[in-house]
């Protein structure tokens, strides 16, 4: 069966200290590793797609990358706008268009 | 260019009542889904389809109902709501193909007393 787990279920920065959120799965073929962030009240917004391990993708201060087993998002020197609900997601060969999701990590920078 | 609608964004129902949440969408998109997002779980598919006259199950279908006759529009029906109905639920469409990213509406929130 098909599992992501997201680590750690929240994490407080300061403005400026960099982190990163991870994504351990298990799936049966790997399609591609979706990142998403979901602000209060709104619906997810994609961020990122990886595919193949050792692959890497950024974006302002974000960086995904993956490995085999789990996916990192690195998140460089924050602000508080970066405040936000993290989600991976994996789409594994076999399953279709359908994603199976982490519980998230919920993040807040302060000032 | 509105992406994805959804409506109502609020809900509240009763034990025993039905409605139908809408989800709308204007970019063409094939491939369309509802999720249901619940405290300490993670998105959860109920049911997609790929076209119009298409719909399969998810991994959560029961006590819920859908069809696609055309192109833009995906409603969900809950026949005969319950407690554990309780949820936020989220329209998801695909534009291109598997590989692609889910583009989300912003979700209606639905209590059930």
């Known amino acids: 069966e098909d599992q992501v787990t997201q680590s750690p279920e929240a994490l407080r920065l300061q403005e400026g200290e960099s982190s990163s959120l991870n994504c351990s799965y298990t799936v049966s073929g790997l399609r591609g590793l979706f990142w998403y962030r979901q602000d209060p009240g709104k619906g997810p917004e994609f961020l990122f797609t990886l595919y193949s391990a050792g692959e890497e993708k950024e974006k302002e201060r974000l960086k995904a990358t993956l490995t085999k087993k789990e996916s990192f998002l690195h998140i460089t020197a924050p602000k508080p706008e970066d405040s936000a609900t993290y989600l991976c997601?994996?789409?594994?060969?076999?399953?279709?268009?359908?994603?199976?999701f982490g519980k998230g990590t919920s993040l807040l920078v302060t000032p | 260019n509105a992406g994805v609608t959804q409506t109502p964004k609020f809900q509240v129902l009763k034990t025993g009542q039905s409605m139908t949440l809408q989800c709308a969408q204007d970019?063409?998109?094939?491939?369309m889904s509802w999720y249901r997002q619940d405290p300490g779980m993670g998105l959860r598919l109920i049911h997609y389809?790929?076209?119009?006259?298409?719909?399969d199950q998810g991994e959560v279908p029961n006590g819920y109902n859908v069809s696609r006759s055309t192109t833009e529009d995906f409603p969900l029906r809950l026949l005969s709501a319950a407690p554990s109905q309780t949820s936020v639920y989220f329209c998801?469409?695909?534009?291109?193909?598997?590989?692609?990213?889910?583009?989300f509406g912003n979700g209606t929130r639905l209590t059930v007393t």
């Open positions: 997601a994996v789409q594994a060969r076999d399953s279709g268009y359908a994603l199976n």
């Open positions: 998801a469409t695909n534009p291109r193909g598997k590989n692609s990213p889910l583009h």
């Open positions: 970019m063409n998109h094939e491939y």
């Open positions: 389809s790929v076209g119009a006259g298409i719909t």
